[in-house]
């Protein structure tokens, strides 16, 4: 059977004054009922795009798109805005980073509850009314009665969040999309609006795209996870590969430079050198070689695909470094090894590449 | 309070501030007050960071902004080097400000667009007329370009074409530049993408430990405090709950609240991150009317009925702990909802 939501080699651009914005550049991606897909990347690397996208939310801004959204099958891109319109909402919701700007400051929160009903169902007010009351309980806010009649500046931001989750939930979506949904939130609140995420889906059994910048966040939540890098995935995986054994450079240094409640406090953080390229006039070759420090000079010409991990092959990668390479950089950096130490050219005389096939990969890097 | 015979550098005594909630327009009548920071004490020795951890609303941006006597105290007292500067104005608050400075969380708000990096690095220079010369002055503030990182040439550009941490590294090195004794980073980092943040923390480090600075260090992350401080102090609706080591406070935390927050903290770290989740009901109680006795008791599963009538004195509850609570969490409770990876983390490091 084929997956809920398939996306087939997106590519998102906007025409600028200064020059086209190449924000999602070729991501396939799919996820499947009662899973979670977390797309993890930095301001500008696309993941918010690639799933406005999908809801046809770029449309309005001049974004050229091609390739495929395929939602049980029905191709999402090529539908006019009246047939995307009766998905939007109620096939497939969609919550946003700030709780406060995506509710309207106007209305009471249950008349919005019931716009979103009405527009999906036709029922009438009172059984919509009754229906956003239950929608409130649903996600644990209490005294919904009341609530109910209450704006949005009278709730906090975790009821907010809440309240907004409620307004996605109002149709019974198969597909939810939280574009950081708890960044807004303190910690005690995040951890509440993740259960809650959590239980919802186990309940209702939808699949959830949870974009986010927090790694802590989708390896609590994700099954799986894309890592997003100047508009392409360049990882993809189980959490589990993704956290134990990563194969992207760009991955290494995501999970070397946050501090972590679970390891030791003066182990020092290695940063990921430079800053993100500008999607207009992007590197050549592999997008992430101005910032690697494993670069060789191929690496400044030839372009990385997204290619299957021998060992392992529904985990993939697009890194030009041989997989025993990769392997042997990442048993280093475990061991807190720094990146200059681990240098594929420098490894022949360096003392950490001990095993057989390290040494090997090490031989190829220093050609 | 004196630590172990060391004179602190900032010493903070029953600190106090209240906004008056008031009615009216012409004839304003105060109605109520927003508790912001209510009765705080702590000290900090010369060389430490201590860290100040806590909710939005917590009072942790309003004690920063006392203690820069950007704001003035309600009551009590701020000792800096012995001295109360808790009521200084004029010239002697000027002179406060060579010795203590502040970078702010936003480093797009923070910076004036009309001026080039150079004139905002100087600022301090000419507030405080130090190297009049405009050769010796451009000097200075290059070296503290090439001091934080940045390109000593871009001394003529603009705030907006640099990115969010190479703003944060201008904002640092306009703090540092009259080398301050004490710095104070309302969090510092925050605005920032994951891997910008490590190179904007490992720069406040390496300055700390060239300059011999003070640090207190703001933020609502706690990986990130845990990773910055030697001490750290949990706030909650202007109180501080729990003052301890970082090592003490993060292997056993002992306020119900600090257990909260730890448990809830998500852990990089798929597998390791079974626990019993001890997840907090509801949302802060606002400052404007906490709760009486301890402002805790609302949402803590601890809480009876003397937490509701009188309020527990920040006291000592163990090996150099300082927690504010009638009833602490215990050994067994820790482990259960802290992440396994975490207890095992200490487990190994206490040994």
Redesign the interface.
């Known amino acids: 059977m084929s997956p809920l939501l398939d996306v087939e080699d997106l590519r998102v651009t906007f025409a600028t004054e200064d020059g086209l914005v190449h924000a999602v550049d070729g991501i396939s991606y799919s996820v499947d009922t009662s899973k979670t897909l977390g797309i993890v990347g ?2 500008g690397s696309g993941k918010s795009v690639s799933s406005l996208t999908t809801l046809g939310l770029t449309r309005n801004q001049g974004a050229e798109i091609s390739g495929q959204i395929l939602f049980e099958g029905q191709d999402l891109a090529s539908m006019t805005d009246d047939q995307l319109r009766r998905i939007r909402g109620n096939e497939i919701a969609m919550i946003f980073q700030d709780p406060l700007s995506s509710l309207h400051p106007f209305y009471k929160v249950g008349a919005q509850l019931v716009e979103a009903i009405r527009i999906h169902r036709d029922v009438s007010s009172s059984t919509a009314s009754d229906r956003a009351v239950e929608l409130l309980e649903l996600v644990g806010i ?1 005294d919904p009665l009341r609530r109910v009649n209450q704006y949005p500046h009278e709730f ?4 907010r969040q809440r309240a907004m989750i409620a307004m996605a939930l109002a149709n019974e979506p198969k597909l939810l999309i939280a574009d950081e949904p708890t960044t807004a939130l ?7 609006i ?2 809650l995420l959590d239980d919802l889906q186990r309940r209702l059994g939808m699949a959830i795209i949870i974009i986010t ?8 939540t994700a099954d799986e996870i894309g890592v997003m890098y100047a508009g392409r995935i360049v990882e993809h995986g189980s ?2 590969q993704i ?2 054994t990563p194969q992207h450079p760009y991955t290494w ?3 070397k ?9 003066d182990e ?6 430079g ?2 390229p500008s999607l207009i006039h992007r590197p050549s070759g592999c997008f992430f070689h101005p910032r690697c420090p494993y670069v060789r000079d191929e690496h400044r010409r030839i372009d990385p695909r997204l290619e299957p991990v021998p060992s392992d092959t529904d985990h993939q990668v697009a890194c030009l470094l041989e997989p025993e390479v990769r392997t042997r950089i990442w048993r280093g950096l475990k061991e807190g090894q720094t990146p200059a130490s681990l240098r594929p050219l420098a490894s022949e005389s360096n003392p950490a590449a001990t095993a057989g096939t390290s040494q090997s990969g090490a031989q190829g890097g220093g050609e | 309070m004196t630590l172990d015979g060391v004179t602190p550098l900032l010493e903070v005594r029953n600190l106090v501030k209240y906004f008056p909630i008031t009615r009216g327009i012409i004839f304003q009548k105060q109605i109520g007050a927003v508790k912001a920071v209510d009765d705080i004490s702590f000290a900090v020795p010369p060389g430490e960071t201590l860290g100040l951890v806590g909710e939005t609303g917590c009072g942790k941006s309003t004690t920063a902004r006392l203690l820069v006597r950007l704001l003035d105290p309600t009551s009590g007292q701020v000792l800096f080097d012995g001295e109360d500067v808790a009521q200084h104005k004029g010239p002697e608050l000027k002179a406060l400000h060579r010795e203590v400075q502040m970078i702010f969380q936003d480093p797009y708000s923070s910076l004036n667009p009309r001026k080039t990096i150079g004139s905002i690095i100087a600022e301090p220079f000419a507030i405080h007329d130090m190297y009049a010369g405009s050769g010796e002055r451009k000097q200075q503030v290059q070296e503290l370009m090439d001091r934080v990182g940045l390109n000593p040439e871009h001394y003529n550009r603009y705030p907006h074409e640099f990115s969010g941490g190479q703003r944060q590294r201008i904002g640092v090195a306009r703090a540092i530049a009259l080398e301050p004794k004490l710095l104070i980073a309302d969090e510092p980092v925050s605005a920032l993408d994951v891997s910008i943040q490590a190179q904007v923390l490992n720069l406040l480090k390496r300055l700390q430990r060239e300059m011999g600075l003070t640090l207190i260090f703001i933020s609502h992350d706690l990986s990130v405090v845990r990773h910055m401080c030697d001490r750290v102090a949990v706030m909650y609706l202007g109180k501080i709950v729990e003052l301890a080591s970082s090592d003490a406070l993060y292997s056993f935390p002992r306020h119900p609240y600090t257990g909260a927050l730890f448990s809830a903290v998500p852990v990089p770290d798929p597998g390791g991150g079974k626990r019993q989740r001890a997840l907090l009901s509801g949302d802060v109680p606002s400052p404007a009317n906490p709760p009486r006795a301890c402002r805790f008791h609302t949402r803590c599963p601890k809480a009876q009925e003397l937490c509701w009538t009188e309020e527990p004195p920040l006291e000592d509850k163990g090996p150099g702990t300082l927690a504010a609570c009638h009833f602490p969490l215990t050994r067994e409770e820790v482990e259960q909802q802290l992440p396994a990876a975490l207890t095992a983390a200490q487990a190994s490091s206490s040994t």
């Open positions: 930095e301001s209490p906090s931001g975790g009821m303190d910690v005690t609140v995040q951890a509440q993740l259960a910048h927090d790694l802590g966040v989708v390896a609590e959490t589990a956290f134990n240094g995501l999970l430079s946050i501090p972590r409640l679970d390891v030791m406090r020092e953080l290695v940063p990921i050198s800053r993100p």
